[in-house]
């Protein structure tokens, strides 16, 4: 079975532009989950979806937005980039809601850098 | 924001040698999940404990958990080169849905 998809892998853009980010899961997994990785404030969690539909939203501004498909396949888009956006954007997905029951299944990520 | 804290920040053994890592947490939890990272890719899941479980047991791995101390250990016996990367761990509280993870551990293991 195919892992969880992330694309592209590396992005780079400027301050004040857009990103659209891509994830497919794997198979049969209904739940994407969202989180941002930095250096400075670590692993935290964006939103997740299910059944195309946002479930949970951490604690980030209202640039953050995402969407989910009727295939699963899910969408991030950050608006008005700000340097501090860089940072590497994993996507995950499980069977069941969030990862309550289940552990999360995770892409390699999308390494944006904001200049 | 973090639910806690992972001891030590970073570990350096030898081949053979066993790997001990601790994280603490602040609230009561649901599950307390294990994960790995190896550089600038994406975490793999290695056990996922719940809360009414004290050990669990995969492989070369070993997890125990107190909750009474809000604490949980991953030990890594006879470690291989291969298992250097940084080890997290998250936690699932209440009716929440997503990990929040622990700072985490870089272990290397030198050959």
């Known amino acids: 079975k195919a892992g969880v998809t992330q694309t592209p892998r590396y992005l780079i853009k400027t301050r004040g532009q857009q990103v659209t980010l891509s994830c497919s899961p794997i198979s049969g997994h209904r739940s994407v989950s969202w989180y941002q990785q930095t250096p400075g404030q670590g692993l935290q969690f964006l939103f997740e979806y299910f059944s195309e539909t946002q479930r949970n939203k951490g604690n980030f501004p209202g640039r953050f937005s995402g969407r989910q498909f009727s295939n699963s396949r899910s969408e991030m888009n950050v608006s008005t980039l700000e340097l501090g956006d860089s940072a590497l954007y994993l996507c995950a997905s499980s069977t069941g809601p969030g990862a309550n029951d289940s552990p999360l299944h995770f892409g390699n990520g999308t390494r944006l850098t904001v200049t | 924001s973090q639910q806690g804290e992972e001891d030590p920040q970073a570990l350096s053994i030898q081949e053979g040698e066993n790997a001990t890592m601790n994280c603490s947490y602040k609230?009561?939890?649901?599950?307390l999940q294990w994960y790995r990272q190896n550089s600038g890719r994406g975490l793999v899941h290695l056990i996922l404990?719940?809360?009414?479980?004290r050990e669990k047991h995969s492989g070369r791995l070993r997890v125990t958990l107190d909750t009474s101390k809000k604490s949980s250990s991953l030990l890594i016996t006879a470690s291989r080169a291969a298992d250097t990367a940084s080890y997290f761990c998250?936690?699932?509280?209440?009716?929440?849905?997503?990990?929040?993870f622990g700072s985490g551990t870089q272990l290397t293991v030198l050959p």
């Open positions: 998250a936690t699932v509280s209440g009716s929440a849905r997503q990990l929040t």
């Open positions: 404990i719940r809360s009414n479980e």
């Open positions: 609230t009561s939890i649901n599950n």
